[in-house]
């Protein structure tokens, strides 16, 4: 006899990792001789969370997990499938789920599927599809779901560089969860565009055209956000649904002023799916603008971000709080946003709300998604100590974060290498890299908790 189907599949936990270090982006801008704002107005960032030599992605994901399974009090025995998002690869075959499998060996439990997805930032969201599938599916075998989201965003020196950031982000996935992943509103968006991609091997820097990547988040959220309203009308019967039927609203978040251009941008979509609304009376001029022709108009950008100035602050800006003092997390990004915004905001007032999530990744891929909130997520908030966590980093000056950059430049895909990072600046409980030998294996320790 078959088993009964799980129901309010979804989050039923979240904890997030960072560097213990950051350089912060006003004096970011000073050292780089830039104009004051450039960083802090320009891109709406603050500070920016780095790795030197001992940090790679299997140890931060290492991180992440080992300690929200501590967290928790959840057992690895309990877990039968693992999906790891990520696009920062250190080997070409091996994949980083297979280093995390090193955690699981003092349980016994080594029957766990699952694997590494890729695709720039959106790897997380689709390792998260992946997994809430599997718990609704036939092949569902009663056990719970990791999904690890995790990067560590570098750019060469120049403009770009001011955009990076660390982070992981570990989520257990199962049945009657708190934030239930709300089946079948999806919209999803793909195309082959080349506006953020890695073709070198040799380097962890991307190669970026960086007016094409804006135009192409745009785009996405164009089409994902007018797909997901489609369902919403389909499947849930909502007339003429609009922002107004998202509660809050988390966007994958490259740098902060992007989300408020992303945002902006649904109630253009709004706008010209129900141009005659009254709270569209102030941008009227704009009917007969084109889609195309709206990529690059700047004055449509401008009235539409006024438009939406209180909706934004009410919505969307309690999830910026680690984008802002983070930085860009690539496939860890959307979600340290979620976690963000359940840090923020109270469950009282989170209480069967929906929130939707907008997650991007250059190449194309992006997806509009929600969760409804059905159960108490103070522990959630509570767990992850967001804020406090933040405060309690370690500021490094621009100085030292440039030669920190070049020795990650010079020593990436190193073999025969110990690093020389300082692990007495690392926070107990995280994992490092110790060395890596002749044939290219890694060996990890990790700071003890006391």
Sequence with gaps: MASPRAENVGIIALDVYFPSRYVDQVELEQHDGVSAGKYTIGLGQSKMAFCDD???????CMSAVQSFMEKYGVSYADI??????????????KSTKTVLMRLFEESGNFTVEGIDTSNACYGGTSALFNACQWVSSPAWDGRLALVVAADIAVYASGAARPSGGAGGVCILVGPDAPLALEFPLRGTFMEHIYDFYKPDMSSEFPTVDGP?????YVRAVDHSYTAYLDKLEKVAAAEDPSLSDLDYVVFHSPYTKQVVKGFARMAYNDFVRTPDAAAFGEVQQFRDVSREESYGNK???????????AAFAAKTEPSLLAARNIGNMYTASVFFGLASLLSQVPYAELDGKRIALFSYGSGCAASTYSFRVRADTSKIASTIGLATRLDNRIKVSPADFEKIMHLREKTHNAQDYEPTGNTDEL????????????????????????
Aim: glycine share 6%; net charge positive.
């Design 54 to 60: 001992r940090e790679d992605i299997s140890s931060v």
């Design 80 to 93: 039968g499938r693992l999906e790891v998002g990520t696009e920062t690869i250190i080997d070409k075959s």
């Design 299 to 309: 004055v449509l950008e401008k009235a539409f971000i006024n438009l939406t100035k």
């Design 212 to 216: 094409l990547s804006v135009t192409s």
């Design 427 to 450: 926070l107990p409980g995280t994992y490092y890299l110790q060395k890596i030998d002749s044939k290219w294996r890694r060996a990890y320790g990790r700071i003890p908790l006391d």
